[in-house]
C-alpha cells in the first residue's frame, strides 16, 4: 500500500471538515475581527445533539438506513446551533462591539467554557460512539484504500462549500455580506443592516459547523465534550493560514492543514529518526500557525478583514 | 470611590495610621496560616499556599495583559516549564540535587527565553492572533511534557517526575514537618512563609514597573501602538520586555510548585490552568494589583469552597446529583461573561481601566472626569 | 534667514502607491533649519500620506527622505523619533487613559535609559533621571500652556488642550523638526491665535516647524516658505506672497476655496 497516497487521502477527508469549521471562524473574523472561540463548542454541540436524534431514531425505526439516520440527526443539529449562536452573538458579543478588543474575547472564553461544561453535564464525560450505520466499504483508489464514509463526507463538505458560495455570492444577503466585511460604516450609511448582517453571519457559521461535527464524530467514530476545543484551534489555524476573512481561504487552508497533519504524523518517525512519533500529530497544526504568521502573516490568499477605523 | 461607605470611615481611619496599619497587617500575615489552620483544619492552609501561588503568576501575566495589553493565553506554558526544570534540576530523575537557590533562578531563566522566542517572530502581529499563538504553544509545551518519555526519558509521560527536592536552607528542609510552640506543624505552614515572602517581593516589582520609564512605554503601547512609537518606543521591544518579564515571573513560580509539590506531571498544566489565571486578572481589575491580588484568593477559594456543595447536595438530596468539579468550570464561564457584560473593568478596578471600560458613554465620562478632578 | 540656510529635512521624489492609486507622485521639498515650513493642498491632496511617509509610518514606494544629510527612509517611527524628529497627529493620538503628565513623561523616552533593573533597584540614578523626567514634563506642560492640567487624564482634556498636549508630548522627545498635521483644526479664532503665538516662540526656541494646515491665512501669516499639494504633487514651493499669486495655486486650491 502506498503510504503517501493513503495519507494524502486522509488528509484530505478530515481537512474537508477542518475547511467547514474554518468558514465559520473566517466569515466572523472578517466582519468583526472576532475570534469566535466560542465556534468550536458550536461544533461539539452539533455533533451531540446529532447523535441523540439518530440515537432516538434507531430506537424507533432500527430498519432506516444510515444515510436517512444522519440526515435526521442534521436536520435537527442545524437549526439546534443556528439558535445557540445566534443567542451567543446576541448575549455575549453583541453588547460588547465597542468595547475593547480584548473585553469580546474573554466573552468568547467564557461562553467555550459554559458549552464544554453542559455539554458535560448532560451527555457526560464519557466518550459516545457514533454507531456503524454508516456504509464502510473500502475502495481500492490510486494503491490506496478509500471508504464509502470518506468519500460521504468528501461529498457533503464540498456541497456544504458550494451552497455557501452561492449565498455569499449571488444572494442579496451575501452581499449585504460582503459589503459589510470591507466596511460596517459604509454598509450602514448604504442601508445595510448591520447587525442583522452580524447575526446572520454566526448563524450561517454556526449551520455549516453542524455539519462539520456530524462529519467529524461520524469520521472517528466518537464524539466527546472536549472535542471541540482541538478542533476549533485547528480550524481557526487553518482559516489563518488561507487568509482570515477570505472564504476560498479557509476552504484552502483547512484541505492543506489536513494534508500536512496527515502526512507530518505518517512521517515524523522516519524524520526524526524515531524521535518523535505520530502522537505529535496535534502539534503540527501549531507549528504550521506560527510559521505561517511569521512568513506570511496575510495568509495565502490575502486577509480580507474590516479593520477597526 | 469602589469602598463601600460603611467601611470609608475605618478605611480613612487606617490611612491615617500607615505605620499602625502596616503592622497590623503583618501580623495578620504572619497569624494567618495558624488562623485557617486552627479554625478550618490543615487542608485550607494548603489552600492558603495555593492562594499565594496563584497570585505569583496572576501578578507575571498581570505585566503582560493589564500592563501592555498583551492576550496572553498559554502562560501556564512558562509555569510548566520552570517547574519541570525545577524537576529536572532537582530530583532523582536525573540523579541531580542542585540546590534551590541556583534552580529557581534557572528554571526563571529559561522560562524567560522560551517567552522571547515565542514573542519575537508573533509580537508584531495583531493581539488576537497572539492569543492564539500563546494558546497553542500552551498546548504544544503540554503534547511535548506528555510525550517525551521516548526515546529519551525526559519527562516521564503523564506520570509525571516524583520526588522532587523540597527547597531546602542549609540542612534546614521547608519539606519536613516543624516543632514550635511544642507542637509539631505540617510543612505547608513553612511554605506558606516562603510563598509570602516572594509575593511581596513580586508585588514590590510589579508596582516598581508600573510606575518607571519601562512601566510607561507598557501603557503607551497598551493605549495606542503608533503615537507610542512615533514617541521613540521601541514597540516591539517594550512588548517583548513584558512578555519575557511575565514568563520569567511564571517560571520561578513553576519552579516554587514543584518544589512544593513534590511532583508534577501535564495534568497541572492544562489551558485551564491559563484560563484560570486570566480570569485572576480580569475579575480583580486588570492592571491593578490590589485587584490581582483579591483576584487570585476568589478563585483559587471558592472553588475549594464549592467542595462542600458535594456535601450540601448530599445532605439535601441524599445523593451528590452533580459533582461539585464539574460545576466548578461551569460557574467560571458564567462568571467570565457576566464580568464583561456587567463590570468589564473588574471588582477592584485600576483608574486607567475604568475610565477605559467606560468609555462608551461620553455624558458619563465627563462625570467622572469631573469627579476625578475634584479629588485631584 | 536664506542667506545662511542649512538644509533640515530633504525630501527627494518620494512617491506612495496604495495600490493602483498614487497618492504621492514624485514630491521633492527641503525644510531649512529655523524656519517655519507651511504643507497645504486641498483635502485628500496627499499632505498626511506625506507626513506619515517622513515619519516610518509608511513605506515608500519610491524616493529618499534625509534628516540632516542622513538618510531616515527605511527607519522604523521610533528610529525617527530618535533622530529628533517629532510629530504630532490629524485625528489627535494621545495615551486617552494616562494622565496629561504621563503622557508628556512618555515623549521623555527616547532621552532616557533606565531599563528593568533600574526600574526595580530604583538607584540612586534611576531616582534622578525619574525626577528630570518628571521636571522636564511638568516644564513642558506650563511652556505649552497646560500648567494646571498635570493630573487629569489626556482623554478628559478639552479639544484645545489635547492638541497642546500633542505639542508637548513631541517636544519632550527634544525634536529639532517638530511636524504638526493640522494643530489648529477646529479650533475658534482666539485659540487658533494662542497656537499661532506658540509656534513662534518654538522657532525661536529653536525648533524647525512643519505645518499642515487648512486655515490658509494662519498659514500665509506665520510660515517662512510653503509647499502646496495637489492631487500627490507638489503645484508650488515659496514664500506665501509668491505661492499666493501662483496661478496654478488659485486655481487648485484658494480659487476653489473662494468661489
Keep these: 500500500m502506498d503510504i503517501f497516497t493513503q495519507q494524502l487521502i486522509n488528509g484530505l477527508v478530515l481537512g474537508s471538515i477542518y475547511a467547514l469549521v474554518a468558514l465559520g471562524y473566517t466569515m466572523v473574523y472578517g466582519i468583526l475581527e472576532l475570534i469566535n472561540f466560542a465556534h468550536g463548542e458550536v461544533t461539539m454541540i452539533g455533533a451531540m445533539v446529532a447523535l441523540t436524534v439518530i440515537g432516538v431514531v434507531m430506537g424507533a425505526a432500527p430498519d432506516l438506513p444510515g444515510l436517512m439516520m444522519v440526515a435526521a440527526g442534521l436536520l435537527v443539529a442545524i437549526p439546534a446551533c443556528m439558535a445557540l449562536a445566534f443567542g451567543i452573538e446576541k448575549v455575549a458579543y453583541r453588547p460588547l462591539r465597542r468595547a475593547p478588543r480584548l473585553a469580546p474575547l ?3 472564553i467564557g461562553v467555550s467554557i459554559i458549552l464544554q461544561n453542559l455539554a458535560m453535564l448532560v451527555w457526560g464525560r464519557q466518550y459516545i460512539s457514533f454507531p456503524p450505520i454508516l456504509p ?21 463538505s464540498l456541497l456544504t462549500m458550494a451552497i455557501l458560495v452561492l449565498l455569499v455570492e449571488k444572494t442579496r444577503l451575501g452581499r449585504a455580506m460582503r459589503a459589510t466585511a470591507q466596511s460596517k460604516e459604509v454598509a450602514e450609511l448604504m442601508g445595510v443592516n448591520v447587525d442583522r448582517v452580524i447575526s446572520a453571519t454566526f448563524v450561517i457559521g454556526a449551520a455549516i459547523a453542524a455539519v462539520a461535527g456530524v462529519m467529524v464524530s461520524a469520521y472517528y467514530g466518537l464524539a466527546h465534550y472536549y472535542m471541540g476545543f482541538m478542533l476549533g484551534l485547528k480550524a481557526f489555524s487553518a482559516a489563518v493560514l488561507g487568509g482570515i476573512g477570505n472564504i476560498a481561504g479557509a476552504m484552502l487552508g483547512g484541505l492543506l492543514l489536513g494534508v500536512i497533519e496527515a502526512l507530518g504524523a505518517g512521517y515524523i518517525g522516519d524524520l526524526t529518526g524515531g524521535f ?5 500529530q496535534d502539534v503540527f497544526a501549531f507549528f504550521v500557525l506560527i510559521l505561517v504568521l511569521v512568513f506570511r502573516p496575510s495568509g495565502l490568499l490575502g486577509e480580507r478583514v474590516a479593520h477597526r477605523a | 470611590m469602589s469602598i463601600p461607605r460603611r467601611f470609608s470611615s475605618v478605611h480613612a481611619w487606617f490611612q491615617a495610621r500607615p505605620t499602625f496599619a502596616l503592622v497590623m497587617l ?8 495558624f488562623l485557617v489552620g486552627g479554625g478550618l483544619g490543615n487542608s485550607w492552609v494548603r489552600v492558603l499556599d495555593f492562594v499565594l501561588l496563584y497570585m505569583l503568576m496572576a501578578l507575571g501575566l498581570n505585566i503582560v495583559v493589564g500592563y501592555a495589553g498583551l492576550l496572553d493565553l498559554g502562560y501556564i506554558a512558562f509555569y510548566a516549564i520552570g517547574a519541570y526544570v525545577y524537576a529536572w534540576l532537582a530530583s532523582p530523575h536525573f540523579g541531580l540535587h542542585l540546590p534551590f537557590w541556583m534552580v529557581l533562578p ?10 522571547v522566542l515565542l514573542g519575537a517572530p508573533t509580537l508584531r502581529l495583531r493581539g488576537d492572533y497572539l492569543a492564539i499563538v500563546t494558546l497553542g504553544f500552551g498546548e504544544i509545551i503540554r503534547i511535548f511534557m506528555n510525550n517525551l518519555n521516548a526515546p529519551f526519558n525526559l519527562t516521564n509521560g503523564p506520570q509525571g517526575i516524583n520526588l522532587i527536592d523540597p527547597i531546602g536552607i542549609g540542612g534546614f528542609s521547608f519539606g ?46 497598551r493605549e495606542d501602538e503608533v503615537a507610542a512609537a512615533a514617541m521613540g518606543i521601541n514597540t516591539r521591544n517594550v ?48 492592571g491593578n494589583i490590589p485587584g490581582v491580588i483579591l483576584g487570585a484568593i476568589l478563585l483559587t477559594v471558592i472553588p475549594e469552597a464549592l467542595r462542600y456543595l458535594g456535601d450540601m447536595q448530599r445532605a439535601a438530596f441524599g445523593q451528590v446529583i452533580v459533582d461539585p468539579a464539574d460545576l466548578r468550570m461551569l460557574l467560571f464561564g458564567f462568571a467570565l461573561v457576566a464580568m464583561m457584560l456587567f463590570r468589564p473593568a473588574g471588582l477592584l478596578p485600576s483608574r486607567v481601566r475604568k475610565r477605559e471600560f467606560a468609555a462608551r458613554d461620553g455624558a458619563r465620562e465627563q462625570e467622572q472626569s469631573d469627579l476625578y478632578d475634584a479629588r485631584a | 534667514m536664506a542667506a545662511n540656510a542649512v538644509t533640515l529635512l530633504r525630501v527627494v521624489g518620494v512617491s506612495k502607491r496604495f495600490g493602483g492609486l498614487a497618492a504621492l507622485d514624485a514630491v521633492s521639498l527641503e525644510v531649512r533649519v529655523g524656519e517655519i515650513y507651511g504643507l497645504i493642498g486641498p483635502n485628500g491632496a496627499g499632505k498626511t500620506t506625506l507626513f506619515n511617509c517622513m515619519t516610518g509610518l509608511y513605506d515608500l514606494s519610491s524616493g529618499e527622505v534625509h534628516l540632516d544629510d542622513e538618510p531616515v527612509h527605511g527607519l522604523k517611527p521610533h528610529q525617527i523619533a530618535l533622530r529628533g524628529f517629532a510629530r504630532t497627529f490629524q485625528n489627535i493620538r494621545l495615551f486617552p487613559n494616562m494622565t496629561a503628565l504621563e503622557n508628556v513623561m512618555v515623549g521623555r523616552h527616547p532621552r532616557t535609559h533606565a531599563g528593568v533593573i533600574g526600574a526595580v533597584l530604583r538607584d540612586r540614578r534611576t531616582r534622578a533621571e525619574e525626577r528630570a523626567i518628571r521636571e522636564r514634563a511638568h516644564a513642558l506642560m506650563d511652556y505649552v500652556g497646560l500648567g494646571g492640567r498635570s493630573r487629569y487624564l489626556a482623554g478628559h482634556l478639552s479639544y484645545g488642550d489635547q492638541r497642546r498636549l500633542e505639542i508637548a508630548r513631541a517636544l519632550a522627545t527634544e525634536p529639532r523638526l517638530l511636524a504638526l498635521d493640522e494643530p489648529v483644526a477646529g479650533m475658534n479664532p482666539s485659540e487658533r491665535r494662542q497656537m499661532a503665538d506658540l509656534f513662534l516662540k518654538l522657532r525661536e526656541g529653536g525648533t524647525t516647524l512643519l505645518l499642515i494646515e487648512h486655515d490658509v491665512k494662519l498659514v500665509m501669516g506665520l510660515c517662512d516658505r510653503v509647499a502646496v499639494l495637489e492631487y500627490g504633487r507638489k503645484i508650488a514651493e515659496g514664500t506665501p506672497e509668491v505661492v499666493q499669486r501662483d496661478p496654478a495655486v488659485i486655481a487648485a486650491y484658494l480659487g476653489g476655496e473662494q468661489g
Aim: aromatic fraction near 16%; charged fraction near 5%.
Design chain 2, 176 to 221: 519536613k514537618p516543624f516543632v514550635l510552640f511544642g507542637q509539631t506543624w505540617p510543612p505547608t505552614y513553612l511554605y506558606y512563609y516562603l510563598f509570602l515572602a516572594f509575593t511581596l517581593l513580586f508585588i514590590v516589582i510589579a508596582m516598581r514597573l508600573q510606575d518607571s520609564r519601562v512601566g510607561r512605554a507598557w501603557a503607551a503601547v
Design chain 2, 106 to 115: 534557572i528554571g526563571a531563566a529559561i522560562a524567560g527565553v522560551f517567552g
Design chain 1, 106 to 108: 474573554i466573552t468568547a
Design chain 1, 136 to 156: 464502510h466499504n473500502q475502495h481500492e483508489f490510486l494503491g490506496a484504500h478509500i471508504t464509502d464514509l470518506q468519500i460521504f463526507i468528501v461529498l457533503i
Design chain 2, 26 to 33: 503583618a501580623i495578620s500575615l504572619m497569624a494567618l496560616p
Design chain 2, 239 to 286: 512588548k517583548l520586555l513584558a512578555f519575557a518579564m511575565g514568563a520569567t515571573f511564571g517560571g520561578l513560580a513553576g519552579g516554587l510548585f514543584s518544589a512544593f509539590q513534590g511532583f508534577i506531571s501535564p495534568e497541572s498544566f492544562t489551558l485551564w490552568e491559563s484560563i484560570l489565571v486570566l480570569c485572576m486578572i480580569v475579575l480583580g481589575g486588570m
Design chain 1, 276 to 280: 518523535l512519533g505520530s502522537h505529535y
